[in-house]
C-alpha cells in the first residue's frame, strides 16, 4: 500500500466470530497450565525451595491411597452440588449468591430433624423426615428472594447476599440454645451411640462416602437432563434469554422464576442433608465452608453446562485440597489453600477473554518476524 | 441543475479498509467529497456506507488507507480530532442530553482552545470582510471596528448568553427553527436532529455527515431539513447523507456514491442518472422491485377493535379510543411517526398489555366447521350445545338429549358437531396463553425481533419451537418436530445460515427475520400483525417479506401491517389507518390515497395539540 495509515496501534483486538473446540481446549488448558505454575511460584515465594515439593504434597494429600482419594471425591461431588444447584438459577439470570445460606437452612432442616425426631423412629423414616426437612428450609430460604424479585423486581444479589448472614444468625443461636452441655457453642455429633437418622454407610476403601457420592451423582445427572431436555427447563433459559419473549409466547414469568429457584433451593437442601445426616451428623455455623461461594465461580466457568462443572469441581477440589495438605507439610499457613484456589479461578475466568477476543499485537509480529529473519540469514550463512 | 462548479476537494479517502474480526467491512474505499457538494452514499445495510464515515469522523481507525482533507494528510484519531478539521457528524441515534438545553447541548464539551479557534475563526471572516470592503475603497466605519472586536471577544470565552445568541445567528442564516432555551426531552425528533445539526455547525464544521437523517421524519419535516441542506450547501459546506431511500436520493443530491459489500462501487451524478440504475448497482444484479398487491377476495371481518385504550410502560395513555376492523383477506396499513402508540396497540392485541378502556372482539371463522376437543372440554360444549351453537351434517340443531358422554365424544370426534355461527371471543383481559388455548391464532412479528419475538443466544430450533414446545403432555422436549420445520423454512424462505444449530444472533438482520416470520406464517394463524417487518433489512429479503405477506392475504388471514415507509404502505396495504399521538386521524384507501395526504394526517392532531 502506498499510504500507510499515520497510526499504527499498539495493540488490537477484535472479537472470534467462531470458536473452534480446540481452540477452546488449548487455551483453557493452557490457562490451567499457567495456573499451576504460579501457585508453584507463590508456594516458592513463601518458602524459599519448594517449588517442586509443593507439587509432590499436592498430589500425595489427594491421590496417595484410595481413601484420601475418596474423599476428594466426596468434597468433589459437594462442591458439583452445590453448582448443581446454582445452574437453573444462573440460566434463567438470576444471580443467586446465597447458595452459601439455603446449603445451611438444609442442613439446619436435617439436624432438626435429626435431632429431635430421630431418636423416636426407626432409622429409614428418620432419614425420610430428615430429607424432606432439609429441602423444606432451604427451599423456602430461597423461594423468599424469589418471590421478592418475581413481584416487586428487587435486586436478588444483594438479597440473597443478605440471607446468607440471616442463615448463619439462625444457625448459630440454633446452637446456643441446644448446644451439648459442658461445651460453649457446639454440638456434639447426634446420636453417635445409636447412629439414628444417620446414613448408612458401608465401608469400600475405609470410607463411608459411598452412597452420598451415588446421591450426588444422580441428583446431578436429574438436574442435566432438566435442563437440557425438559419444558420447565426450555421455560427457564427462554426467561433467562428474554423476559419479553417468554412474556410474548405466553409463558408465566414470576411462576418460572419461583419455581425454577425453589428447585434451585431444594438441590441446596439435599447439599445440608449430605453434609449432616452423610457427614458430620451435627451442625457448625461454617458447616457449608465457603462451597456456595466458590460453586458460583465453578458453575460460571462451566458455563451452566454440568459435565463442564463436574471438570472445574474436580480441578478447584484437587487444588484447595492439595495446596492444603502441602502447607502442612512447608513452612507457611494453611492460607496458601485460599490463595491457589483465588488465582486459579481468576486465570481461568481471565482466560474465557482470549476465548472470545483475538489479540493483534503488531510490534510483536514484526519483532518475530525480524528475528526469524535474522535466523534465517544465519543459517544461509552456515549453509555457505 | 445544481453541478459541482467549482473542483475542490475538501474530503479525499484513499483505499481505506476497515476488517471487523473476519469481516471486511470497508475494502479500498476511494472517495471524494468536494466543496460545496451534497452527496449521497447509498447502500444496503451492511454494505459499509456507515463505517467509511464512521472513520472520517474519528469512531474508528482504517486498518488501512489514509484521509485527505483540504488535501493535506489528516491525522484523525478521535471524534474532537476530526471536528478540528471540521467534520460534523449526525448519527442515527442521537447523542444528546436529555436534561440539557439546546444551548447547553451545544457548548457541552468545549475547552479553551475550542473557543480560541472560533475566536481567530471570527477575526479571519471580519478581517476578510473589511478587506472586501477596502477594496470596494470604503474604510470600516469606528463602531464597525468596535462591534467586530466585542464579537471576537465575546467568543473567547464560555458564555451561555453568547453562545444561545449565537446559535439564534446561526438558525437564521440557514433557516433552522430551534429555541436555544428549550430542553432536549420536550423535542420533536426534528427538532433534537436540528439541534444536532446546529453543534457541528457551532463547532465550525463544514462538512456535514449525515447518518440516514430522514428515517423518522415526516414528509413535512423532510421538506424542512432539505431546504436547511440546500441551504448550507450553497454556504459554500459540503453534506453527506447516507441513506438507502433512492427516492430522496433523487430528490436532493448532486452526486450518488454507491457502496456494496463494503466497497465503493461507483459515483454517479444523480441527474445522469435513474432509480432503476441505482438499485441494479446497489443490489449488483438487476431486481424487480414490483410489490405484489392481490385483489381482496372473500373479505369477511375478523378483528374487531373497539374504543381501545392501551398506556405504555411509563404509564402513560398511548393508544386513545381507538375503534377499527381487521378484515380476512385484506391488508390494513397503520402509518405514523414512530412512537404514535402502533407498538402498544399491536402488543394489547397480542394479549401482552392491559386494556384500559375498549375491548377486542374476535370473530372466529367456525361457521359449518366441526368442534373439536383441542381447545374446548366436554363440559364447554355440552354447554353452548344447551344455548343451541351447534348443528349436525343436516342442519339440524344438536341439544344432546339423552346422550350419554361416550355417544357425545363419538359424535365430536367423528366431526359430525358443527357450529352453526361464528365464533365470538372477547379477548379483553387475556394473556397470550389463555388466547392460544381459545383456539386463537394471531401471529405476531414484533419491532424488537431479538428482544421479544426471539431469544437471541438459543439456536434455531429452540427458538422455532418458541411457540410449539407447549405440546403433548410428556414432560420432556420434542426437537424433532420444530428441526423439521426450521429446516422447512431455511429452504422455502432462503434462510442463509451455517445450520439449525447455529446461534440466531449470529445470523444478519434479514435471516432473523425471515426465520421469525417464517414461525409464525407456520401457526397458521387468523390475523398475522407485523411491526416494520423490514427495519434493517435489505432491499431483496425486504421484497420477500412483502410478497409473504400478500401471501397470507390471499390465504384468507387478516394482516395489519405497520410501517414507516409510505411508499411501501402505498403499494403493499388495501387501506391504511393513519395514528397520530395515539389517535386515529382517519382510514384512507391504499389505491387512491397520496403520501403528502398521509403525511398530513400523521400530524394533524399533533398541532391541535
Known sequence: MADKVAREKFIRISRRTDVKLWQRIVIIGASILFAFLLIGLISNIAAPGSFLRFYEYMFKGTFSTPRIFMTLLWNVGLMLLVAVALAPAFKMRFWNIGAEGQCLMGALGAVIGLYFIAPHVPTFLALIIEFLLAILFAAVWAAIPAIFKAFLNTNETLFTLMMNYMATGIVASFIIFNQTPGRSGTIDPLNSATKAGWMPQIQFFHNSYVYNIIIIALVAVVIWGYLRFSKHGYELSVVGGSQNTARYVGINVKKVIIRTIVLSGVVCGVVGFLLVAGGSHTISASIVSGRGFTAILVCWAGNFNVPMMLFYSFLITFVSSGSSTASSALPYSDAISEVATAVFFIIIIASTFFVNFNVHIPWLKKLIDKIKDLFKKKEKEAAQ | ?609
Open chain 2, 1 to 609: 441543475m445544481l453541478t459541482t462548479s467549482n473542483n475542490i476537494k475538501v474530503v479525499e479517502l484513499k483505499n481505506i479498509t476497515k476488517v471487523f474480526g473476519s469481516k471486511v467491512a470497508n475494502l479500498n474505499v476511494n472517495l471524494d467529497l468536494y466543496k460545496g457538494e451534497i452527496l449521497s452514499i447509498l447502500g444496503e445495510n451492511g454494505s459499509g456506507k456507515t463505517t467509511s464515515m464512521n472513520i472520517i469522523s474519528g469512531l474508528y481507525a482504517p486498518d488501512e488507507g489514509s484521509i485527505y482533507i483540504n488535501g493535506e494528510l489528516a491525522k484523525i484519531n478521535s471524534p474532537h480530532d476530526s471536528l478540528m478539521y471540521g467534520i460534523g457528524m449526525v448519527h442515527q441515534h442521537f447523542k444528546l442530553v436529555d436534561v440539557f438545553t439546546a444551548a447547553e447541548n451545544i457548548v457541552l464539551g468545549l475547552d479553551k482552545q475550542d473557543y480560541a479557534n472560533f475566536a481567530k475563526k471570527i477575526e479571519e471572516q471580519e478581517e476578510s470582510r473589511f478587506a472586501e470592503l477596502r477594496k470596494q475603497g470604503k474604510e470600516p466605519s469606528e463602531e464597525e471596528l468596535k462591534e467586530s472586536k466585542k464579537r471576537i471577544n465575546a467568543a473567547k470565552s464560555f458564555n451561555i448568553k453568547n453562545a444561545a445568541s449565537r446559535i439564534k445567528e446561526m438558525c437564521d442564516r440557514y433557516g433552522f427553527e430551534l429555541d436555544p432555551n428549550k430542553k432536549v426531552y420536550n423535542m420533536t425528533v426534528s427538532e433534537k436532529q436540528t439541534l444536532e445539526i446546529v453543534k457541528a455547525l457551532y463547532r465550525n464544521a463544514n462538512i456535514l455527515i449525515l447518518d440516514e437523517p430522514t428515517a423518522v421524519l415526516t414528509p413535512q419535516e423532510i421538506d424542512r431539513l432539505f431546504m436547511v441542506i440546500q441551504n448550507m450547501r450553497n454556504d459554500g459546506k459540503s453534506i453527506v447523507i447516507i441513506t438507502h431511500k433512492l427516492n430522496e436520493v433523487m430528490r436532493i443530491s448532486d452526486r450518488v456514491a454507491i457502496f456494496r459489500k463494503g466497497e465503493h462501487v461507483a459515483t454517479v451524478e444523480t441527474n445522469k442518472t435513474s432509480i432503476k440504475e441505482l438499485t441494479d448497482m446497489m443490489v449488483g444484479a438487476k431486481v424487480d422491485l414490483e410489490i405484489e398487491r392481490s385483489t381482496p377476495t372473500d373479505v369477511a371481518d375478523r378483528l374487531f377493535v373497539n374504543n381501545l385504550s392501551v398506556k405504555n410502560n411509563d404509564g402513560r395513555v398511548v393508544i386513545n379510543d381507538v375503534s377499527f376492523v381487521a378484515r380476512s383477506g385484506e391488508i390494513l396499513g397503520i402509518a405514523g411517526i414512530s412512537g404514535s402508540g402502533q407498538k402498544e396497540l399491536l402488543e394489547a392485541i397480542q394479549g401482552l398489555r392491559p386494556l384500559e378502556s375498549g375491548e377486542i372482539i374476535f370473530h372466529n371463522p367456525k361457521k359449518d366447521k366441526p368442534a373439536t376437543f383441542f381447545h374446548k372440554t366436554l363440559k364447554k360444549i355440552k354447554a353452548l350445545a344447551a344455548h343451541g351453537a351447534f348443528h349436525d351434517p343436516d342442519g339440524k340443531r344438536i341439544n344432546f338429549k339423552g346422550m350419554s358422554n361416550k355417544e357425545i365424544r363419538k359424535m365430536v370426534n367423528d366431526c359430525k358437531v358443527l357450529f352453526y355461527e361464528d365464533e365470538i371471543v372477547n379477548l379483553k383481559g387475556k394473556n397470550p396463553l389463555q388466547i392460544r388455548e381459545l383456539g386463537i391464532r394471531l401471529s405476531f412479528v414484533p419491532e424488537d425481533r431479538l428482544g421479544m419475538g426471539l431469544v437471541s443466544n438459543m439456536n434455531l430450533v429452540d427458538n422455532t419451537m418458541l411457540r410449539s414446545y407447549r405440546h403433548g403432555h410428556w414432560i420432556f422436549l420434542d426437537r424433532e418436530r420444530p428441526r423439521k420445520l426450521i429446516e422447512k423454512i431455511i429452504k422455502e424462505l432462503d434462510v442463509s445460515t451455517p445450520g439449525t444449530n447455529t446461534q440466531i444472533s449470529k445470523l444478519s438482520g434479514g435471516n432473523v427475520q425471515k426465520v421469525l416470520v417464517g414461525r409464525e406464517i407456520a401457526l397458521a394463524p387468523k390475523v398475522f400483525m407485523a411491526a416494520y417487518p423490514v427495519r434493517g433489512l435489505d432491499i431483496n429479503s425486504s421484497y420477500t417479506i412483502y410478497n409473504l405477506l400478500d401471501k397470507q392475504k390471499c390465504s384468507g388471514i387478516a394482516v395489519i401491517y405497520v410501517g414507516e415507509d409510505l411508499d411501501v404502505l402505498l403499494a403493499l396495504c388495501d387501506r391504511i389507518m393513519v395514528l397520530c399521538d395515539g389517535r386515529i386521524s382517519g382510514f384512507v384507501d391504499a389505491r387512491k390515497a397520496t403520501k403528502e395526504q398521509i403525511g398530513e394526517m400523521m400530524t394533524r392532531h399533533g398541532e391541535v395539540q
